[in-house]
């Protein structure tokens, strides 16, 4: 039989959430400063990615069964995303110090995007095996670039924790990285998947160059903040831009599979009439 969650599901879900909220708030940790921006950005993000998850959440039973799953990951990514916002505040609160630097959440940053950058690579497969265009090529394609983006980065940002990899190597393991990221590009607007979309509905394609732009122009801001952070004064600028990017990339391109599955949705239901 398969799992469908009803409106009481939905619900009983979202108020779990919300206990599991109040524990996380109130469990001990240092307190924001409110002159500390880069802290209120942390704070910003992590209300955003909550709000966003309970919303995918209860949007889901609204649309087509072919979508749920869709509406699912997208509910994963910001609901993973908010759990490790939770840590990556505190984590900069317990740092920062009467001088207004924090230290930056590196590794607990790369775990949530090891986790939520291919789920978001995979919503592009998705949204095309909704409608029956998809291949399993291009999601391992998809799916491999991204892993050798986030991990040529993480590599590139963590080198002087790790005796293997020199200070010369950080600019190449960039370049590795920003080629992943190129090739995801590539797949989108000029390879498979913007063949496959064109034979889609106008709502799911709207949604997947929507999608596509949100890729392009959000993922940009990440190679702008590691550069902004190389060197001791680059860390608030690179922490303040990466939450920004991590809202937008999530959040944003989340409410595009929402607003595909919904268009879809809605015309499937008007050709039955």
Same mark, same amino acid.
């Given at each position: 039989?398969?799992?469908?969650?009803?409106?009481?599901?939905?619900?009983?879900?979202?108020?779990?959430?919300?206990?599991?909220?109040?524990?996380?708030?109130? $469990? *001990?940790?240092?307190?924001?400063?409110?002159?500390?921006?880069? &802290?209120?950005?942390?704070? /910003?993000?992590?209300?955003? @990615? =909550?709000?966003?998850?309970?919303?995918?959440?209860?949007?889901?039973?609204?649309?087509?069964?072919?979508?749920?799953?869709?509406?699912?990951?997208?509910?994963?990514?910001?609901?993973?995303?908010?759990?490790?916002?939770?840590?990556?505040?505190?984590?900069?609160?317990?740092?920062?110090?009467?001088?207004?630097?924090?230290?930056?959440?590196?590794?607990?940053?790369?775990?949530?995007?090891?986790?939520?950058?291919?789920?978001?690579?995979?919503?592009?497969?998705?949204?095309?095996?909704?409608?029956?265009?998809?291949?399993?090529?291009?999601?391992?394609?998809?799916?491999?670039?991204?892993?050798?983006?986030?991990?040529?980065?993480?590599? $590139? *940002?963590?080198?002087?924790?790790?005796?293997?990899?020199?200070? &010369?190597?950080?600019?190449? /393991?960039?370049?590795?990285? @920003? =080629?992943?990221?190129?090739?995801?590009?590539?797949?989108?607007?000029?390879?498979?998947?913007?063949?496959?979309?064109?034979?889609?509905?106008?709502?799911?394609?709207?949604?997947?160059?929507?999608?596509?732009?949100?890729?392009?122009?959000?993922?940009?801001?990440?190679?702008?903040?590691?550069?902004?952070?190389?060197?001791?004064?680059?860390?608030?600028?690179?922490?303040?831009?990466?939450?920004?990017?991590?809202?937008?990339?999530?959040?944003?391109?989340?409410?595009?599979?929402?607003?595909?599955?919904?268009?879809?949705?809605?015309?499937?239901?008007?050709?039955?009439?």
């Amino acid at each position: 039989m398969k799992f469908e969650f009803s409106k009481p599901r939905s619900l009983l879900l979202t108020g779990l959430l919300f206990l599991v909220t109040l524990g996380t708030v109130s $469990a *001990e940790g240092a307190a924001l400063d409110t002159t500390d921006m880069v &802290g209120v950005s942390f704070w /910003l993000a992590t209300a955003m @990615m =909550l709000a966003s998850t309970v919303f995918f959440i209860l949007e889901r039973q609204n649309v087509a069964a072919k979508w749920k799953t869709s509406m699912t990951v997208a509910a994963l990514v910001t609901g993973v995303a908010w759990y490790h916002y939770t840590y990556m505040r505190t984590y900069w609160a317990d740092t920062f110090d009467a001088t207004g630097t924090g230290e930056s959440p590196l590794v607990l940053r790369y775990i949530d995007w090891l986790i939520t950058v291919p789920l978001q690579v995979s919503e592009f497969y998705l949204i095309l095996a909704a409608v029956g265009v998809a291949t399993a090529a291009l999601f391992w394609r998809l799916l491999g670039a991204s892993l050798v983006m986030l991990i040529a980065g993480f590599l $590139a *940002e963590a080198h002087e924790g790790i005796d293997a990899i020199s200070e &010369g190597m950080v600019w190449p /393991l960039f370049v590795v990285g @920003m =080629l992943g990221w190129i090739y995801i590009m590539y797949e989108l607007w000029a390879g498979e998947a913007k063949e496959k979309v064109s034979e889609t509905s106008e709502g799911t394609q709207f949604a997947f160059k929507a999608m596509a732009l949100i890729l392009t122009v959000g993922w940009a801001i990440y190679p702008i903040g590691f550069v902004l952070g190389q060197g001791d004064s680059g860390t608030d600028g690179l922490n303040i831009l990466y939450n920004i990017a991590d809202v937008v990339n999530k959040t944003a391109f989340g409410l595009m599979v929402w607003y595909a599955a919904t268009m879809d949705t809605k015309a499937a239901a008007a050709s039955e009439e």
